[in-house]
């Protein structure tokens, strides 16, 4: 007989035992505790909120000590305290979760202890800081750590590193410290504090795709505020295997309200504009794009199959920013202007492409080999790149660097951010000609389109530490 609880996780954790988690490192119960001082600011809340949500979509017995001050970063669920507010997105996520409140920390068996703040026991196994963008994981505690009450991208990488250090404890693997800052690429001792505080102002975007990178941009996103009309394009549903990493999509939205498939599940398109108050689009792209040929001042591709990075390169945007998960760990941001960098669809190759018959075998109830497994902290780690990378514009790092390709490496434990050059691939057939494009933009000019001029590449080959990659499968 199967239990609630069993038929919740049988359904639920497909894409994160595709990624190698064991049934029996998940039940292993975590701490995240947090000191009052910490949970007063903003930043934070930020911290506490984003670790909570991812690690409630992976771990299936969490302890919180978190206190109950009022609530001033913008939660998922209505609440008046940040402890409420744990509470009740931790319960969104997941219904069947076992939640323990207050514990008694010597007298429990915890697989991971992970604490925020400064008024901490010495013996917990993890740390987090930040400053400005900086995001800091130690694996002691923290001289002086800083707590920044203002930082926004700092809190928030401190937040993905930690939701890799509970999951790896909690697997038996080695935590390594970390120090990030996504917004200029900086990392160890040589990371810097610079930080991002106000809204996400790229103009009209428009997001193609509702799934993990997605929502985690528009959950960073949302943080920050935004500006102008975001439209979101996703034909896809929510599923209950979405809500392991999809850090706006809550049980309810895949039809699982208490822990059972009892009501219809929502649009993915809706779950992820719900975070910012976009325009939700429930169409697949190629439909949608057709009867909507206004332009957009920034198109992120964010989708994987149906040819999507293939229709999107050939429209004849200016810039094209897009972030991916991989099979190896890592969260990855992508660069792709005209004549400067390749393309979308020659760095990544289409998914899901229509097989030959005689190549698809006998139908098989899970998928083979699905495109889409990944941890919540990869694909939070995505979105933040990406974010980082928006809220910077037109000073972002990422547009006017030779390198047009970061990986995060979320293992921790060898190079943390690996930059990678893709020149403009010859014999590309995705990229519209220099005149084509002028032809298109200057039918509807928008905001981006003077980075469309023709400019000198750097020589790639002056650079350090900057190697070509070999291809590896990407998740949007
Ligand atoms: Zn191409």
């Known amino acids: 007989m199967t239990s609630r609880r069993d038929a919740f996780y049988a359904e639920r954790d497909r894409r994160t035992r595709q990624y190698?988690?064991?049934?029996?490192?998940?039940?292993?119960?975590?701490?995240?505790?947090?000191?009052?001082?910490?949970?007063?600011?903003?930043?934070?809340?930020?911290?506490?909120?984003?670790?909570?949500?991812?690690?409630?979509?992976?771990?299936?017995?969490?302890?919180?000590?978190?206190?109950?001050?009022?609530l001033i970063a913008r939660s998922l669920v209505p609440a008046a305290d940040l402890q409420s507010a744990a509470i009740g997105i931790a319960r969104a996520i997941n219904p069947v979760l076992d939640l323990y409140l207050e514990p008694n920390i010597e007298g429990c068996d915890f697989v991971a202890r992970i604490g925020l703040g400064t008024e901490l026991p010495s013996s917990l196994d993890a740390y987090l800081d930040w400053h400005g963008g900086l995001g800091v994981l130690a694996t002691s505690p923290i001289p002086g750590p800083t707590h920044d009450p203002a930082s926004r991208f700092g809190a928030a990488t401190a937040a993905v590193l930690g939701a890799v250090a509970l999951f790896r404890l909690g697997h038996g693997q080695a935590v390594h410290p970390a120090r990030l800052n996504p917004l200029d690429f900086t990392t160890g001792a040589a990371a810097g504090t610079r930080d991002h505080t106000g809204p996400i102002d790229v103009g009209d975007v428009l997001v193609v795709g509702a799934g993990a990178v997605a929502t985690a941009l528009l959950y960073w996103a949302r943080e920050l505020g935004t500006s102008g009309g975001w439209d979101i394009v996703d034909g896809d549903i929510a599923k209950l295997h979405n809500t392991n990493r999809c850090l706006t999509m809550t049980a309810a939205d895949a039809g699982w309200p208490n822990g059972e498939p009892t009501t219809t599940p929502v649009a993915k398109a809706a779950t992820a504009a719900r975070a910012i108050g976009a325009r939700a689009h429930p169409q697949w792209y190629d439909h949608w794009q057709p009867q909507h040929e206004a332009r957009h001042d920034l198109v992120l591709p964010l989708a994987n199959g149906r040819s999507v990075r293939t229709l999107i390169a050939q429209r004849g945007e200016p810039l094209l920013l897009h972030a991916t998960t991989s099979s190896n760990w890592t969260a990855e941001l992508h660069r792709h202007r005209p004549d400067h960098d390749d393309c979308p669809a020659c760095r990544i190759r289409d998914t899901a492409r229509p097989q030959m018959t005689c190549s698809t075998g006998p139908a098989v109830p899970e998928e083979p080999d699905s495109p889409d497994a990944a941890l919540p902290f990869l694909s939070a780690g995505a979105g933040l790149l990406l974010?980082?990378?928006?809220?910077?514009?037109?000073?972002?790092?990422?547009?006017?660097?030779?390198?047009?390709?970061?990986?995060?490496?979320?293992?921790?434990?060898?190079?943390?951010?690996?930059?990678?050059?893709?020149?403009?691939?010859?014999?590309?057939?995705?990229?519209?000609?220099?005149?084509?494009?002028?032809?298109?933009?200057?039918?509807?000019?928008?905001?981006?389109?003077?980075?469309?001029?023709?400019?000198?590449?750097?020589?790639?080959?002056?650079?350090?530490?900057?190697?070509?990659?070999?291809?590896?499968?990407?998740?949007?």
């Open 387 to 476: 974010a980082a990378a928006l809220a910077d514009l037109p000073a972002a790092a990422a547009l006017e660097h030779p390198v047009n390709h970061w990986q995060l490496d979320l293992t921790l434990t060898g190079r943390l951010l690996r930059p990678l050059r893709h020149p403009p691939r010859d014999g590309c057939r995705h990229i519209q000609p220099r005149r084509v494009r002028q032809a298109f933009q200057s039918t509807e000019s928008r905001r981006w389109d003077h980075l469309d001029r023709y400019g000198v590449v750097q020589d790639a080959t002056a650079l350090t530490g900057v190697d070509v990659p070999e291809g590896h499968r990407h998740e949007a």
């Open 20 to 70: 190698g988690a064991t049934a029996d490192a998940l039940e292993r119960p975590i701490l995240i505790m947090v000191d009052p001082e910490v949970a007063a600011t903003r930043a934070g809340q930020i911290a506490t909120l984003a670790l909570v949500n991812m690690a409630a979509r992976v771990h299936r017995r969490i302890a919180l000590i978190i206190p109950g001050v009022p």
